[in-house]
């Protein structure tokens, strides 16, 4: 993975991988109330860290938080969790794997998860079929 072709068109500072560099709180280095959050980012963080739509949401809200608390002449002071939960689905069954700072778990391969994950889809995107 790297960054978008478009990013080459700005001075935005680049991570290796050739991400929009942020630092813990999401925000774009070296500039004045410019935050990243999700896939376009490069976050200090554990080397498992995901690119995922969870990590993305979790990095969003805190880069809102910072935003605002910038423009009210606060310091920006939240940092995203790294928080890894996936539940890989193979139409029949599913497996759930999640890491954080505090625990790594693994369950096995149920039918059950398959379900849970397509409750949590039909869940989640309601919010924004409204
Ligand atoms: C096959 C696949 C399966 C995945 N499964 C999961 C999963 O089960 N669970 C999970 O949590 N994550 C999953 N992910 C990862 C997840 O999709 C991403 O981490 C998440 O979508 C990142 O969100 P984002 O908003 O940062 O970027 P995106 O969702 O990629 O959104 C970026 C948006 O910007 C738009 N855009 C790009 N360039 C421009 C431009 N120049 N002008 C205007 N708009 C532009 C794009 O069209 C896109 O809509 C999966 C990814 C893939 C590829």
Redesign the pocket.
Known sequence: MTG?P?FDATDLPRSPGGMIQADAHCKVTGYDKVYV????GSFPGPDWMP????M?DLQAKAAVKNLLAEFKGQPPRAIPKSELI?LIDSFNSGMLVARTEKYNIMLPDISLLHWAKRGFEQWYIRQYLK
């Open positions: 978008s478009w959050a999700g896939d376009a690119k995922q739509a969870h993305a996936c």
